[in-house]
């Protein structure tokens, strides 16, 4: 049974630091693996997909790698506002549509 | 264009009672996929549709959870006989293709199910 583990569960970083999120995962055998943002309330929107093929995916100040020989990805922000701050989903396609993580909690302080 | 939207986005009722969740995909997906989502956790899987059909139920947590989609678009979640541990956000998402395929899922806003 597939297993995603995002660390670390909460994060805090001051405006203008790059960060990097982690997500293991225990079945290599997937489809794709996407990262998600989830604002307080809210649904999930999709940041970030990387098909099982590829190695990273980037838009904007996000960048998104795979290894998924190790079970690995990384979410990387660049130069982060306050309004990065919300809670950032990993979910991994394979026999089941997505399994997903917990979540890292990310809050920016201005 | 439209979104995924789900209704109503709050529900609240009583242990016993009998609920209908709705979700309307994106216009033209074919894939459909319903999911829970519980305080502080991330969102657990319950079924998926291509189409009319029930892809992969194997979510649904017991025979008290069951879902439709009679014309392959607009689907309903239904709960039979609530519980408080049935409390959860539930969230659904589309996709033009198959769960299985490289296509990315939107999600919808959720309905929040607060059984007392």
């Known amino acids: 049974k597939q297993e995603v583990t995002q660390i670390p569960a909460a994060l805090s970083v001051p405006e203008g630091e790059n960060l990097v999120l982690n997500c293991s995962f225990t079945?290599?055998?997937?489809?794709?693996l996407q990262w998600f943002r989830q604002d307080p309330g809210k649904g999930l929107t999709s940041l970030l997909l990387?098909?099982?093929?590829?190695r990273e995916q980037t838009s904007g100040r996000l960048n998104a790698s795979l290894d998924k020989s190790s079970g690995r990805s990384t979410l990387y922000i660049a130069a982060s506002q306050p309004g990065d701050s919300a809670t950032y989903l990993c979910?991994?396609?394979?026999?089941?549509?997505?399994?997903f993580g917990k979540g890292t909690r990310l809050s920016v302080i201005a | 264009g439209a979104g995924v939207s789900q209704t109503p986005s709050n529900k609240v009722t009583e242990k016993g009672k009998y609920v209908e969740l709705r979700c309307d995909p994106i216009?033209?997906?074919?894939?459909l996929y319903w999911y829970r989502q519980s305080l502080g956790q991330g969102p657990e899987f319950l079924i998926y549709?291509?189409?009319?059909?029930?892809?992969?139920d194997s979510g649904l947590p017991n025979d008290r959870f069951f879902a439709v989609r009679p014309e392959g678009s607009v689907s309903t979640l239904k709960i039979q006989r609530t519980e408080r541990g049935d409390s959860a956000v539930y969230l659904c998402?589309?996709?033009?293709?198959?769960?299985?395929?490289?296509?990315?899922?939107?999600f919808g806003p959720g309905t929040r199910l607060t059984v007392l």
């Open positions: 998402a589309s996709s033009l293709s198959s769960g299985r395929s490289t296509d990315t899922q939107y």
């Open positions: 079945d290599s055998a997937i489809y794709n």
């Open positions: 990387i098909q099982s093929s590829q």
């Open positions: 979910a991994v396609a394979g026999n089941t549509p997505l399994v």
């Open positions: 216009s033209g997906h074919t894939a």
């Open positions: 549709f291509q189409g009319t059909g029930a892809a992969d």
